[in-house]
């Protein structure tokens, strides 16, 4: 579930995690230029490989196996680069994901 977040939400404060340049602290209205900059993004519940003929052999009721068991974490990805791992929650009846690791630069060199 997304949530939209305005400049005036950010008042003057500065953002946190956001580092600091020689002519001070960089704060919500310094960002702007960059949040109307669409991403793409996934949530991965697991990964499985077949052929072509296996593909085209799936159907409507069809159970395709993943490499992952119940319980485990899902990857989540920014435009295709891994970013977080979250658990799948439902939020008013619809499906959504809660990250619980954020995955460092060096840590999603794949």
């Known amino acids: 579930m997304a949530e939209n977040f305005s400049l ?3 008042g003057e404060n500065n953002l946190p995690g956001v580092a600091g340049d020689d002519d001070g602290d960089k ?3 310094d960002l702007a230029p960059v949040f109307d900059v669409p991403v793409n ?3 991965v519940l697991g990964k499985s490989y ?3 003929s296996q593909l085209l052999k799936l159907g409507q009721g069809s159970i395709l196996e993943l490499d992952r068991k119940v ?3 899902i990857d989540i990805y920014v435009n ?3 970013v977080a791992r979250g658990e799948v929650v439902v ?3 619809r499906l959504g994901v809660t990250m619980t690791e954020i995955i460092k630069s060096e840590d999603s060199a794949n």
């Open 27 to 29: 704060t919500a209205a």
């Open 71 to 73: 319980g485990e974490a």
């Open 50 to 52: 077949m052929s072509v």
């Open 41 to 43: 993004i996934s949530a």
């Open 8 to 10: 005036e939400e950010f």
């Open 80 to 82: 295709n680069r891994l």
């Open 91 to 93: 939020v008013d009846e």
